[in-house]
């Protein structure tokens, strides 16, 4: 088996000269609360505005050669056309110069103020031109995930109430799905006419929801549906009939559905990022309301799902759990998802990378940001003092083990192309 897990894979199309990528992220997330009141800007929650230096240098530190991070849309994009790139230019800098391969990361959860949110037209236009303005000023850097996690953009600030426009209703929550996805696919076009050879690595959620008796089997069904939404309009493959009539019923024109069918023609520029946290398998009752089941069938299971849906390249692109009282349980789940994320390899699934989100501990996420509270949730590689926690000594560990037998096993991975 370990064999097949560290084999190389077919190299079909010459498009990424690197070998498996381990990763970091710096934590971006950005919504607002309160009908725009309050921005939940975790740069600054995390210090990174104030420590950015020393971040970068951990990250060289512990031996990733990648990172998720990218300015904050927020504070970047200030008008139509004007851009404040005195951070990003900075920052984008220091990273080239140690040699660190950046994801960017250019929509995380939130949209500047004076665009409103997630339910503005104007948005995906605007977003787009801001993404082929970042391209031609920063046109060394070829990895990106435009929107972050699209499915739970959407289902936060439209279908839960919890972030942003806060609404809760299925046609803004269909809104909010075609603007995000739209804007995604806009931006990578947008992208790719600056840099052609450009990899979009999505970032998404990877979901399952069980059934938990005979009555919740319809329930559950929908909602299993509903979780490919954004990937589906994504990558251009048919939704099923009853997510069609779904998204017609709540706002979606046929011309709308049949522009993202068009968007197959992008897919031998991307990579099925997928993000696996205990809380992505949930239970659903018989009311159709919905809890966290914990692992059911874990992340090797439900990302094969994903996989077999898409037929593309596949990257682990986000995975924490909190330390515990034993101080033991993050470190448990880095090697638990390590294992998962090996066992795929083996069955012949193109794996290629992995990565612990984000660098440091986190604020406020044990209530999804939506309580302003200070709490820090101690999920990072580092503490917010950048001091290793015992994961991210793990996580060195593991990079130092299996970094020379991946690389030496797959040498330079060129992005196979897509499943027709």
């Given amino acids: 088996m370990l064999e097949a897990a560290i084999a190389p894979f077919p190299a079909a199309q010459a498009r990424f000269a690197q070998g498996f990528l381990f990763a970091t992220g710096i934590e971006n997330s950005a919504p607002t609360l309160d009908g725009g009141k309050v921005r939940r800007d975790q740069l600054a929650e995390c210090r990174f505005y104030d420590r950015w230096r020393e971040d970068f240098a951990l990250v060289k530190q512990i031996g990733c050669e990648v990172l998720r991070y990218g300015p904050q849309l927020h504070e970047t994009l200030r008008g139509p056309g004007r851009h404040d790139w005195a951070f990003a230019d900075e920052t984008f800098a220091a990273l080239r110069a140690q040699g660190t391969t950046p994801v960017v990361d250019l929509c995380h959860f939130g949209v500047p103020d004076w665009v409103g949110d997630f339910q503005n037209p104007d948005f995906p236009q605007l977003f787009a031109d801001y993404a082929g303005a970042f391209a031609q000023r920063f046109p060394w850097v070829q990895l990106y995930t435009p929107v972050n996690e699209m499915f739970i953009t959407a289902v936060f600030s439209a279908k839960y109430g919890w972030w942003n426009e806060q609404r809760q209703d299925d046609r803004s929550y269909v809104t909010a799905i075609k603007h995000i996805v739209r804007a995604n696919v806009l931006a990578m076009r947008a992208i790719l006419a600056v840099r052609p050879d450009a990899i979009f690595i999505q970032s998404e959620s990877t979901e399952h929801f069980h059934p938990e008796c005979p009555a919740s089997v319809g329930h559950a069904e929908h909602?299993?549906?509903?979780?490919?939404?954004?990937?589906?309009?994504?990558?251009?493959?048919?939704?099923?009939?009853?997510?069609?009539?779904?998204?017609?019923?709540?706002?979606?024109?046929?011309?709308?559905?049949?522009?993202?069918?068009?968007?197959?023609?992008?897919?031998?520029?991307?990579?099925?990022?997928?993000?696996?946290?205990?809380?992505?398998?949930?239970?659903?009752?018989?009311?159709?309301?919905?809890?966290?089941?914990?692992?059911?069938?874990?992340y090797d299971t439900v990302t094969r799902e994903y996989h077999e849906r898409y037929g593309l390249p596949v990257m682990h692109t986000e995975t924490n759990m909190d330390e515990g009282p034993n101080g033991d349980e993050a470190e448990r789940w880095l090697w638990k998802q390590w294992s998962g994320l090996m066992r795929l390899r083996s069955l012949g699934v193109p794996m290629i990378g992995f990565t612990w989100y984000s660098l440091t501990d986190q604020v406020d996420w044990n209530s999804a940001l939506r309580e302003v509270n200070g709490t820090v949730n101690p999920r990072g590689l580092f503490d917010l003092d950048r001091k290793p926690r015992a994961v991210g000594r793990a996580y060195q560990r593991l990079i130092e083990t299996w970094g020379p037998v991946l690389r030496a096993g797959q040498g330079a991975l060129r992005l196979p192309l897509a499943a027709a």
């Fill in 223 to 298: 909602r299993n549906a509903e979780r490919f939404l954004t990937l589906d309009l994504n990558y251009g493959r048919r939704v099923d009939s009853s997510m069609y009539e779904y998204l017609l019923d709540n706002g979606m024109t046929r011309d709308e559905y049949h522009f993202f069918l068009r968007g197959r023609e992008l897919r031998p520029n991307c990579v099925m990022g997928n993000d696996w946290y205990v809380t992505n398998e949930h239970l659903i009752g018989a009311d159709g309301h919905s809890r966290w089941a914990g692992e059911v069938f874990g």
